[in-house]
């Protein structure tokens, strides 16, 4: 089955400043990343997703990369701000519904 | 303009009392799932329905049961919760099950097993 893992386990940066998260899977079948970011005592929320069919994608300050030859995908958030403070899930999908997740990075920004 | 609604945010229980775990959505998806998360874990997923079709997970104890009596309620109920059953629970949907469907989550149900 799908194995995806997640770096860094936690993650502090200022304010202002940019981070990145970055995931690597097993399954070259798979073919669908989405990212969720999920607050303390709160559901995930998709916050971007990419497809096999594009390399990059962007959504104001964050963004989304993949290469899948060598099968990694990374989130980046730029000009980061406190409310960007949350845990971080990756995730992705083969041909079946099955979200593979990492273990999630948390994310502290300090003001 | 919720899109997935779970009630109640917290369930207090009492171990070996049974506990039920309602969700609804407004979304009118095909595909509702239950997921477990504990704390500091990613979701596991336990079951999900396609419209009436219901699928366990391999792994999922058979204390956990689900009931989805229409396309937009979805139940999970706990048979015999015990201590290792606390955690959040969380709904989830999506349109389809192929591959590539965003699954949209609810804001959970803490558990607390006393």
């Known amino acids: 089955g799908e194995n995806v893992e997640q770096h860094p386990s936690t993650l502090s940066v200022q304010e202002g400043d940019s981070a990145v998260i970055k995931c690597t899977y097993s399954?070259?079948?798979?073919?669908?990343f989405p990212w969720y970011k999920q607050e303390l005592g709160k559901g995930p929320q998709l916050i971007i997703d990419i497809r096999s069919n594009v390399g990059e994608k962007k959504d104001q300050r964050i963004a989304v990369t993949l290469n899948k030859t060598a099968k990694h995908f990374s989130l980046h958030i730029t000009e980061t701000q406190p409310e960007d403070s949350a845990v971080y899930f990756c995730?992705?999908?083969?041909?079946?519904?099955?979200?593979?997740f990492g273990k999630g990075t948390k994310l502290s920004v300090i003001p | 303009d919720a899109m997935v609604i779970q009630n109640p945010r917290y369930q207090v229980t009492q171990f070996g009392k049974p506990v039920t775990l309602s969700c609804s959505q407004t979304?009118?998806?095909?595909?509702m799932y239950w997921y477990q998360q504990k704390s500091s874990q990613a979701p596991k997923l336990l079951f999900h329905?396609?419209?009436?079709?219901?699928?366990n997970e391999a792994d999922t104890p058979d204390n956990f049961q689900s009931r989805r009596p229409n396309t937009s309620f979805c139940f999970l109920d706990i048979r015999s919760p015990g201590l290792g059953d606390a955690a959040m629970y969380l709904c989830a949907t999506s349109r389809d099950l192929a591959g590539g469907e965003t699954q949209y989550f609810g804001p959970g149900t803490r558990l607390l097993v006393l």
């Open positions: 979304l009118n998806h095909n595909v």
């Open positions: 329905y396609y419209d009436k079709d219901f699928n």
């Open positions: 399954d070259s079948a798979s073919n669908y």
């Open positions: 995730a992705a999908v083969g041909g079946s519904y099955q979200l593979t």
